[in-house]
């Protein structure tokens, strides 16, 4: 199993920008890539970005012009900054770790609200 704490999030104006930090213990070894869904209310969750062990990073279309995923390796620990953030962006953001296809590891989700 993998550990997963989140951090960040808030509330932002419309405009502003957001870091979410999500660091993994455990069996990091495992990991095969790492990223965050995000559900807004009412709305099915869907994924906004990962990056792989190798460094290989996948954004949304939603998003990309936006948002930037990087992991930082001797901490475990991968980054999404979110800038010029919208009203649509808000939504639990939750932090995964992904291995052979499978999800070892889900975080508990940290809230991001942009208001107008």
């Known amino acids: 199993q993998v550990q997963l704490v989140e951090s960040g999030g808030g509330s932002v104006q419309a405009g502003g920008s957001l870091t979410l930090s999500c660091a993994a213990s455990g069996s990091i070894f495992s990991i095969d890539s790492m990223g965050w869904y995000r559900q807004a209310p009412g709305l099915s969750r869907e994924l906004v970005a990962s990056i792989t062990s190798g460094g290989v990073t996948y954004v949304a279309d939603a998003v990309k012009e936006r948002f930037i995923i990087s992991r930082d390796s001797a901490k475990n620990t991968v980054h999404l900054r979110m800038n010029s953030l919208k009203p649509d962006d808000t939504a639990v953001y939750y932090c995964?770790?992904?291995?052979?296809?499978?999800?070892?590891?889900w975080g508990r989700g940290t809230q991001v609200t942009v208001f107008a």
């Open positions: 995964y770790a992904e291995s052979q296809g499978y999800y070892p590891g």
